[in-house]
């Protein structure tokens, strides 16, 4: 599988013009990529408690049916993150858009101190089969939890996606975190940050990366805006977990209720 990083910069509140440039990176992705991946809230940038109720879009809005039809056209998959408004309820969230339609979608279920009050903590951890490997997604803040990669590594996930928002001076500890996240898995994980700068002067770290199911980084960004694309091999899967299987080893399990959905989506509802 081939992954195109998409570490790009953004501005808080201007969906028009993150959707423009989500639009644009789509359509020049590399010919041989498979599945491109954005920053956190990459469609609607940051949004204050003012801005919110404007900005926000359900999930059956016009820009994520944009993106449908541009990842439909070059006939790729896209991960990317927005406030999301379900009915008055607001989220952030990322979705997985395949050129069928929106395959997975995940709320954050950790969020920072700032997000607290604005948005409503997701309840559930999720992963899809794309192409023959099972999928998940976390956004941000939740990877410093190691709950939350287990929860999908309780799912079957082989690849988890971290839509990523992190600023300076945090960048060291997202290095850490998405190693350790991979490594004690057994799961590949690619984070994708944002670059440049944002509202109330953070800065954003950059550094997106990918780790592989030993916890060795294949692929680090510095903090500039890039486009990387990265092959993955799914044969070091079963490399990594042939000695020891930490998922099949570990004597505390998380608790929660498993459910399973038609067309191979699960879930982990947290109880």
């Known amino acids: 599988m081939k992954i195109e990083l998409m570490q ?5 509140g201007d969906t028009a013009y993150n959707l423009q440039r989500t639009l644009q990176a789509i359509a020049s992705c590399a010919d041989d990529a498979d599945l491109l991946v954005f920053p956190e809230t990459q469609l609607t940038g940051f949004v204050n408690a003012e801005q919110l109720a ?11 049916q944009a993106v449908q039809r541009a990842a439909r056209e070059r006939n790729v998959a896209v991960v990317l993150g927005l406030a999301e408004n379900d009915a008055g309820t607001f989220y952030n969230t990322s979705v997985l858009v395949t050129p069928e339609g929106i395959a997975l979608s995940y709320r954050k279920t950790h969020l920072w101190p700032d997000e607290r009050g604005l948005f409503v903590p997701g309840d559930r951890f999720t992963t899809v089969l794309w192409r023959g490997v099972r999928v998940g997604l976390l956004i941000c803040y939740d990877i410093e939890l190691p709950e939350t990669a287990r929860a999908l590594g309780q799912l079957g996930a082989e690849l988890i996606l971290i839509t990523n928002g992190n600023m300076d001076p945090y ?19 690619v984070m994708v940050n944002r670059a440049g700068t944002g509202d109330n002067d953070l800065v954003f770290a950059g550094g997106s990366a990918v780790v592989d199911p030993f916890g060795r980084v294949l692929y680090e960004a510095g903090r500039d805006e890039c486009r990387q694309l990265v092959s993955l091999d799914f044969d070091q899967l079963q490399a990594a977990r042939r000695d020891y299987n930490y998922l099949n080893d570990r004597r505390l399990r998380l608790t929660g209720e498993l459910i399973e959905h038609p067309g191979g989506r699960r879930e982990w509802l947290i109880t």
């Open 54 to 64: 404007a900005v926000a879009e359900p999930l059956n809005g016009p820009s994520l």
């Open 8 to 12: 790009l910069a953004g501005r808080d």
């Open 171 to 189: 960048g060291p500890v997202h290095r850490t975190a998405i190693m350790a996240r991979a490594q004690e898995n057994q799961a590949f994980a």
